[in-house]
């Protein structure tokens, strides 16, 4: 999971450096934050899960 978010912010920072995103073209930016946000909340359950419970 770090492996492929590290490479989607990469492949996302490459675009916006293009200038490839719009007001009306950045679902990546939206999917990338999305998927990074899953993944903080899956480890937040896990931590509970491991340590707490």
Do not use: C, P, Q
């Not at 770090?2 to 679902?27: A, C, E, I, P, Q």
């Amino acid at each position: 999971h770090v492996l492929v978010g590290s490479l989607m912010l990469m492949f996302l920072h490459w675009r916006l450096t293009k200038g490839d995103f719009t007001r009306h073209n950045h679902f990546y930016f939206e999917a990338t934050a999305w998927y990074w946000h899953f993944v903080d909340v899956v480890w937040i359950g896990l931590f509970l899960f491991v340590y707490v419970l």
